[in-house]
């Protein structure tokens, strides 16, 4: 059963671990997806496409034998980290904590950057990378609810998360702040508690709204950046047969690995190198969906 990072960091007893396990929970995406424990560093499962039949019968009669359809499929981790190296001189004029933030910055760097592939991740444009919503819920396709221009509709985000199944578990709308001030101000127009803030949460009905702000470079990452310059929402669904994170062991322990190397030989810096074996996977047909061409708002 995959873990989030919350419950992860309450097994973790090594400080620089936790400190790390600290700063990536800071995004809301990352935080509430569960992660997955491969060995081997795949993760082969069937995606069902259509369910075996049943039906009644009488006495002395048999039952139809049938048999459900599925799809193989297969995802990967990848190899996802970087080394932080801080001259020995910044240490020595401004202490250990000097390298202590720099090696934050980096960690954020990288939770942000994580974030952002999730969602826009373009296995063309970065082979080493995977594809993310975007490119696996193409506008038009299955999974998918034309929001028609304009601003978001509240019928069409009621469409988008209805067609995603969560089998007992929760869904979650991700999109950017703007995203969220558009079904704030929808809702307010139409009355009601359909939006609702409770204890820093952001809620439309029953679904909590996530936000995904702005990837390591400063750029929007549910910016209005798409066909016609709008955007898009996701609705999700996690768990280990829904959409879920997938991690590979490092050293034999799974998650996020930390090494100080200490001041290297070849330059008088210190040296920190953060590794992940990451990936995701949406297990399930109707665990993710689209809402697309949404426009921004107008002042």
Not at 75 to 84: A, N
Not at 229 to 238: D, E, G, I, R
Not at 269 to 276: I, K, M, S
């Amino acid at each position: 059963m995959g873990l989030t990072l919350i419950e992860a960091a309450k097994h973790e007893t090594r400080v620089e671990r936790l400190a790390v396990i600290r700063t990536f929970s800071e995004g809301q995406l990352i935080r509430r997806l569960p992660f997955r424990n491969l060995t081997g560093g795949a993760l082969k499962f069937a995606r069902e496409k259509k369910l075996p039949r049943v039906g009644f019968r009488a006495v002395n009669e048999g039952y139809r034998r049938d048999y459900g359809a599925v799809a193989n499929e297969t995802e990967f981790v990848h190899l996802f980290g970087g080394d932080l190296d801080v001259d020995r001189s910044i240490v020595d004029l401004n202490g250990s904590e000097a390298r202590a933030s720099q090696t934050e910055q980096k960690v954020r760097s990288m939770r942000l950057t994580l974030e952002a592939a999730i969602l826009n991740g373009d296995a063309n444009f970065d082979p080493r990378a995977f594809n993310g919503l975007s490119k696996r819920l193409l506008p038009g396709g299955v999974q998918t609810v034309d929001n028609g221009g304009g601003t978001v509709k509240l019928t069409r985000i009621e469409q988008l998360v209805d067609a995603v199944n969560a089998n007992g578990g929760e869904k979650v709308l991700i999109t950017s702040k703007a995203g969220r001030r558009q079904i704030s101000a929808a809702c307010r127009d139409v009355g009601g508690e359909l939006y609702q803030v409770m204890e820093g949460r952001h809620w439309f009905e029953d679904v909590e709204i996530l936000v995904v702000d702005q990837d390591a470079n400063g750029q929007d990452v549910l910016g209005f950046g798409e066909a016609g310059k709008t955007t898009s929402f996701y609705c999700c669904s996690f768990g280990d047969e829904l959409m879920t994170g997938l991690q590979g062991p490092f050293e034999g322990r799974y998650g996020i690995s930390v090494r100080d190397f200490g001041e290297v030989q070849d330059a008088p810096v210190f040296r920190t190198r953060v590794d992940w074996y990451v990936g995701f996977a949406v297990c399930d047909d109707k665990a993710a969906a689209r809402l697309y061409n949404i426009g921004p708002a107008v002042a």
